[in-house]
């Protein structure tokens, strides 16, 4: 599976869009995207995923550059709640490890009011 | 309602003790996961399932043994052999076992061995 590189912390203000960042350079075609995130000391939550066209849901919109080597999460109106580690995963599947998920460290999102 | 459910939330337990965590889903999903996750750092995957009474090793399975005798109940074994059990337990489902799949997780175990 693809490794994924985020930053390690964002900042947003409360009501503003907070947009994550996610490189994935070696991303391979039938890899797809997922982000979950993770709220303190609770299990993940899944947020979204996509292959190549931009994706939206209720939650968050997902844009992947053409090449597939970028792609940025975007909560439209971050709220307090939002505050969380997110997490950037390219995953396979098939093979040795069906549906693993590799989660790296994330990026941890501070709203502030 | 539909969901995982992971007991109990706190666990506590001596050096040397086996010790089970439970974990049940109702989703009607064929793919189990365990994964443990270490203060700042991500998730590891532990064992999955595919189907009942199937499973396979992840990136971490010395120490830890898993059964899949029905379909909603994926129980982990944190043996005596596991030389760092202090740790939060994930447990998460997938309708089948493809990275296509999207996986759901339940609220955790916190493990703390004394």
């Known amino acids: 599976d693809a490794k994924t590189t985020q930053p390690p912390s964002m900042d947003c203000a409360e009501g503003r869009a907070a947009n994550l960042p996610c490189n994935h350079s070696?991303?391979?075609?039938?890899?797809?995207v997922y982000w979950y995130r993770q709220i303190h000391s609770q299990g993940p939550q899944y947020i979204i995923h996509g292959l190549k066209n931009n994706e939206t849901n209720e939650m968050a919109s997902l844009i992947i550059t053409e090449d597939r080597k970028s792609s940025t999460l975007i909560l439209p109106h971050a709220t307090l709640r939002d505050t969380a580690v997110y997490y950037c995963?390219?995953?396979?599947?098939?093979?040795?490890?069906?549906?693993?998920?590799?989660f790296g460290q994330g990026t941890i999102l501070t709203v502030h009011p | 309602d539909g969901g995982i459910t992971q007991s109990p939330k706190y666990l506590f337990r001596k050096e040397g003790q086996n010790v089970t965590l439970s974990c049940e889903q109702n989703?009607?999903?064929?793919?189990m996961y365990w994964y443990r996750q270490d203060p700042g750092q991500g998730l590891r995957l532990i064992y999955y399932s595919q189907i009942v009474n199937d499973f396979q090793k992840g990136d971490i399975a010395e120490g830890y043994s898993v059964s899949r005798e029905k379909k909603e109940s994926f129980p982990l074994t944190v043996t005596s052999a596991q030389k760092n059990p202090t740790a939060f337990y994930l447990c998460a489902s997938s309708p089948r076992a493809r990275g296509t799949d999207t996986q759901y997780f339940g609220p955790g175990t916190r493990l703390t061995v004394l």
């Open positions: 070696t991303i391979s075609g039938n890899e797809y």
């Open positions: 989703l009607n999903h064929d793919a």
């Open positions: 995963i390219v995953s396979l599947g098939g093979g040795t490890s069906y549906g693993k998920l590799t």
